[in-house]
T-cell receptor, first 112, second 115 residues
C-alpha cells in the first residue's frame, strides 16, 4: 500500500535552533498536511498545502509541497521549549475520498 | 480545542467484549473519519463517512463497524475485542467528502485498553 517515509525519526536540539523534517513517497499526493501531537492528545493541524511548489508559513513554521507532488518538508525556526512533541506529515491521494496517509512521525525534543 | 468531541476519553474492557466509541464533528462538517493509533502501526485510517454514507474504507477489521447518523455524529463499534485492539482511536471531521481545502481536524481521542 501507499507509504510515507518521514525523517528524521527523532531530533534533539537546543532552544533557538532551526529544525527541518521531511516526508517522501513513491505516490503522488494532491494534499499535504502537517500535524503536531502532544502525548495523549489528538493531532493538531499546523499547515495545509494544496498545490505543487506551494510554500506556506504559519508563524515560525514553514512548509512546502514538493514539485513532484511526492514530498513535503516542514521547517521550524528559532525553536522554543513548547515546540516539543511529535510532528506528522499526512498526504491525501486523488480518488480516495478524504483518506489521509500518515508518516511515522518526528519526535522533537528541545533543550532550554 | 478543535471542535471535535469524542467520548469516552478512556475505556477499559476485557477480551471478547464489544464497545462503542462516539464522535461529534465540528459544526458544519459533513465528513467524519476514524483513525487508529498504535505504537507499532502509527496512525492508520479506518473509515470515512460523508453525510451519512460510507465514502472511503481503509484496513478496517470485519469486527469493526461504523455509522454516521442524521445529526452527523458517528459511532465506531468494536466487537470480539482482542488484546491487539488496544490503541488510541481518533475521530476527525472535515467540511466535505474529498478534494482540496478539506482539512481534517482531530478530536482528543479515546484510549481503549483491552485486558
Amino acid at each position: 500500500g501507499q507509504q510515507l517515509n518521514q525523517s528524521p525519526q527523532s531530533m534533539f536540539i537546543q532552544e533557538g535552533e532551526d529544525v527541518s523534517m521531511n516526508c517522501t513517497s513513491s505516490s503522488i499526493f494532491n494534499t499535504w498536511l502537517w500535524y503536531k501531537q502532544d502525548p495523549g492528545e489528538g493531532p493538531v493541524l499546523l499547515i495545509a498545502l494544496y498545490k505543487a511548489g506551494e510554500l506556506t508559513s504559519n508563524g515560525r513554521l514553514t512548509a512546502q509541497f514538493g514539485i513532484t507532488r511526492k514530498d513535503s518538508f516542514l521547517n521550524i525556526s528559532a525553536s522554543i521549549p513548547s515546540d516539543v512533541g511529535i510532528y506528522f506529515c499526512a498526504g491525501q491521494l486523488l480518488n480516495q475520498g478524504g483518506k489521509l496517509i500518515f508518516g511515522q512521525g518526528t519526535e522533537l525534543s528541545v533543550k532550554p | 480545542d478543535s471542535g471535535v468531541t469524542q467520548t469516552p476519553k478512556h475505556l477499559i474492557t476485557a477480551t471478547g467484549q464489544r464497545v462503542t466509541l462516539r464522535c461529534s464533528p465540528r459544526s458544519g462538517d459533513l465528513s467524519v473519519y476514524w483513525y487508529q493509533q498504535s505504537l507499532d502501526q502509527g496512525l492508520q485510517f479506518l473509515i470515512q463517512y460523508y453525510n451519512g454514507e460510507e465514502r472511503a474504507k481503509g484496513n478496517i477489521l470485519e469486527r469493526f463497524s461504523a455509522q454516521q447518523f442524521p445529526d452527523l455524529h458517528s459511532e465506531l463499534n468494536l466487537s470480539s475485542l482482542e488484546l491487539g485492539d488496544s490503541a488510541l482511536y481518533f475521530c476527525a471531521s472535515s467540511p466535505r467528502g474529498r478534494g482540496s481545502y478539506n482539512e481534517q481536524f482531530f478530536g482528543p481521542g479515546t484510549r481503549l485498553t483491552v485486558l
